[in-house]
């Protein structure tokens, strides 16, 4: 595959490891390269292309068989993901013909994919809602509770956040450019609380106040700070989606997304004129 900011090549002795290559800049996808009978699972409708032998199979859950097989089982696993602002269902590409065979997946909105091997960051990855892109089978998509009130209330992500669990890769995607931080043991960082895009399983997220009155009424950064206290790995977001929708339906205004005449002299006047009221 060809070299790119983000590229794996397989490992022969890790059973669950995939080829792959994350494409693009702003607007991000990941190609994933499948052996014979090797499969990745990816969020409902996040398929860009794949090879005619990949053979698609919609399932509930995560796909990684964490659940049991029965029924019941299955319904609390896929439960674990809409609770976390998933769809019910994962949708599971398996490679069923011979030789190499790729299938594309692509972020819904502008930023990064992160890729991640979860037994690098000792299993588990806490991080936002709605940021499970694809993985390899056998990922297991799961709810991380916030245990403290006002970090829950504060915290940007509220109570619940996806954890993510296995020894596999996992995709995740992050909103505008993405940027890791490595803490030592004690080592605090304060993050805009919308900017949290995930930590590792040893860091303490909790939240601190921003300053004194003043500086929470008119700066503009809220009242509270997410307080990210180390060891451990915490990646932060610089575009979060809820900011960059904010700023979009602000500029809209009351008319929606009609056309508003920026930039002309005689403004609704050449609306009328234009058809456009």
């Not at 590792?200 to 990210?228: H, I, P, Q, Y």
Request: hydrophobic share 40%; proline share 3%.
């Amino acid at each position: 595959m060809q070299n790119s900011p983000w590229h794996h090549a397989r490992n022969s002795q890790v059973s669950d490891d995939i080829d792959f290559a994350i494409k693009g800049e702003d607007l991000q996808f990941v190609e994933i390269e499948l052996d014979p009978c090797e499969s990745a699972v990816a969020e409902a409708g996040a398929m860009v292309w794949k090879d005619a032998c990949v053979d698609m199979q919609t399932v509930f859950g995560d796909g990684s068989g964490g659940e049991g097989g029965d029924f019941v089982g299955k319904l609390l696993g896929a439960g674990k993901r809409l609770v976390t602002g998933e769809s019910l269902f994962t949708t599971v590409f398996t490679h069923q013909g011979q030789g190499k065979a790729k299938v594309a997946f692509a972020s819904p909105t502008p930023g990064t994919i992160l890729p991640i091997k979860l037994d690098s960051v000792g299993g588990t990855l806490i991080c936002q809602k709605d940021s499970f892109l694809a993985a390899a089978r056998g990922v297991e998509i799961g709810v991380a509770f916030q245990q403290r009130m006002m970090t829950g209330l504060f915290g940007g992500e509220g109570f619940i956040m996806q954890k993510l669990s296995g020894d596999g890769w996992v995709f995740v995607q992050m909103g505008g450019t993405l940027v890791e931080r490595e803490l030592a043991p004690g080592e605090e960082l304060h993050v805009d609380t919308g900017c949290v895009a995930a930590y590792t399983s040893s860091v303490d997220m909790d939240v601190t106040r921003v300053g004194g009155v003043k500086t929470m009424l008119v700066a503009g950064e809220g009242v509270f700070f997410a307080r990210l206290r180390g060891p451990g790995k915490v990646w932060i977001q610089s575009l979060p989606f809820s900011r960059l929708a904010g700023r979009m339906l602000a500029a809209a205004g009351p008319r929606g997304g009609s056309n508003r005449g920026e930039g002309s002299v005689i403004g609704s006047l050449g609306d009328i004129v234009m058809g456009n009221n």
